[in-house]
């Protein structure tokens, strides 16, 4: 079965510096991998996926992610943070021809001023 | 409406009192998943329905755990004899496709909090 891992907890930025989230991963085929946001009181909302092709993936908000095989990593970048993308952040992976989601358990990101 | 709405969007359950937790999803959406989310924690699959068939309920705890989606259109989670541990976010999404090259759009979810 696969799995997903997200190492940080909480990460804490100012607005106006980059963002990374880390998501590794673990499953013996190529994965689908997705990257969700969850706002409070919002429910998930899809910021990328990635399939197959192209491993630098371009999703909405100005959010961007690389899938790296060898590293089994799917890691969410942006480069310059705004204080409205404070919000918990998922990684999930899926199977191909599959229906379902298996997430981690989640990035907190806090934007300071 | 335009997107996923479940209700209500709060429960406070007394234990072992019975819940129902409702979702209508996107119209024309043949996909119907239930996910729970334990506080601190990532989604975790419990069922899923292609139009009124539920396909899989791997992910169901336990057979206090029923959904049902009679019409292929809203679905149902229902607890019975609720406990503590099932004290968590309960969310729907649906998708107008049946595997996950299609998007899955979620609702804001139900918290359940058994006392």
């Known amino acids: 079965a696969q799995s997903v891992t997200q190492p940080d907890i909480h990460i804490t930025v100012s607005e106006g510096a980059s963002l990374e989230l880390r998501c590794n991963y673990s499953?013996?085929?190529?994965?689908?991998l997705f990257w969700y946001v969850q706002s409070p009181g919002q429910g998930l909302q899809l910021l990328l996926k990635?399939?197959?092709?192209?491993?630098l993936v371009q999703g909405i908000k100005g959010f961007e992610a690389e899938f790296k095989r060898s590293q089994s990593s799917f890691n969410l970048r942006k480069p310059s943070v705004h204080w409205s993308d404070a919000a918990e952040y998922f990684c999930?992976?899926?199977?191909?021809?599959?229906?379902?989601?298996?997430f981690g358990a989640g990035t907190t990101v806090t934007v300071r001023a | 409406g335009a997107g996923v709405s479940q209700s209500p969007r709060y429960k406070v359950a007394k234990r072992g009192q019975d819940v129902a937790l409702r979702c209508d999803p996107i119209?024309?959406?043949?996909?119907l998943f239930w996910y729970q989310q334990a506080l601190g924690q990532g989604p975790e699959f419990l069922t899923y329905?292609?139009?009124?068939?539920?396909?899989?309920k791997s992910g169901l705890p336990s057979d206090r755990f029923f959904a049902e989606r009679p019409e292929g259109s809203v679905s149902t989670l229902k607890i019975q004899r609720t406990q503590q541990e099932d004290s968590a976010v309960y969310l729907c999404?649906?998708?107008?496709?049946?595997?996950?090259?299609?998007?899955?759009?979620f609702g804001q979810g139900t918290r359940l909090t058994v006392v």
């Open positions: 999404a649906s998708s107008p496709g049946t595997v996950l090259n299609t998007e899955a759009f």
């Open positions: 499953y013996g085929a190529t994965p689908y």
């Open positions: 990635y399939f197959s092709g192209d491993t």
């Open positions: 999930a992976v899926g199977v191909q021809n599959d229906y379902k989601l298996s």
């Open positions: 119209s024309g959406h043949v996909s």
């Open positions: 329905f292609q139009n009124e068939a539920q396909l899989d």
